[in-house]
């Protein structure tokens, strides 16, 4: 990634960044997601248009203003639960620009992103998404963007998970680390389908699971 971009330069921070992800809910429950910047302006959104999680096969990340940054693409079939990342909107023999493979084991799962280039670059995906407590480290182990529950300021209480914190370092991309949220959504959703189809209690992203 030339200096830290992936997707646009204009979500790559001098500083740390604290975003807050907020789940919407203009069709059904959990559709889309609006972020917002430090000030409270809106500064990415999704839109889903699909009533079950299932269908969302693909999503698109947008800015404030509706321009495409960055579709992410489930990828079927696939032995694992794989996604691929496309700049802007995807187009047909596109080539991606990252992937995020999940493979599983009985009870612990790892996620890894491959992002492509030359050189490429990995990042691992340790924590729980569905407690909203996820870190994203590269290839040599340093936090790159954090996934955290979201306190209120004023009432220091803690806010439910429909919203949370999305921190990135200096030098990542935003947009990038977004697009791993919807990614992380999407296998979260599907984790929830297998416990009420199967009565499971579910993964959490482990990385010390053998693949």
């Known amino acids: 990634m030339k200096d830290g971009t992936l997707v646009e330069s204009e979500f790559v921070y001098e500083q ?10 203009v069709f059904f429950a959990g559709d889309g997601f609006i972020v917002y910047g430090c000030k409270g302006e809106v500064v990415l959104r999704v839109d889903s248009y699909a009533q079950d999680a299932r269908d969302s096969c693909e999503l698109v990340l947008m800015d ?13 079939p696939s032995l694992h639960q794989r996604w691929e990342g496309f700049v802007g909107e995807r187009k047909d023999g596109q080539k991606h620009i990252f992937s995020v ?5 009985i009870g612990r799962s790892t996620v890894t992103v491959e992002v492509l280039g030359d050189p490429g670059e990995e990042y691992q995906i340790e924590g729980s998404f569905l407690q909203r407590s996820c870190t994203i480290f590269d290839s040599e182990k340093k936090l790159v963007a954090e996934i955290k529950r979201k306190v209120d300021a004023s009432t220091h209480t803690m806010l439910g998970k429909d919203v949370f914190a999305l921190c990135v370092k200096p030098g990542f991309d935003a947009a990038f680390a977004m697009g791993l949220v919807l990614v992380l959504d999407q296998i979260n959703a599907d984790d929830q389908i297998n416990v009420d189809d199967y009565g499971d209690d579910g993964v959490v992203v482990d990385p010390t699971a053998d693949v």
Do not use: A, Q, Y
């Open 64 to 76: 404030p203003n509706g321009r495409c940054l960055l579709t992410v693409r489930r990828k079927r």
């Open 101 to 105: 493979r999940r493979s599983s084991m």
């Open 16 to 25: 740390e960044t604290h975003l807050t992800v907020s789940k919407t809910s």
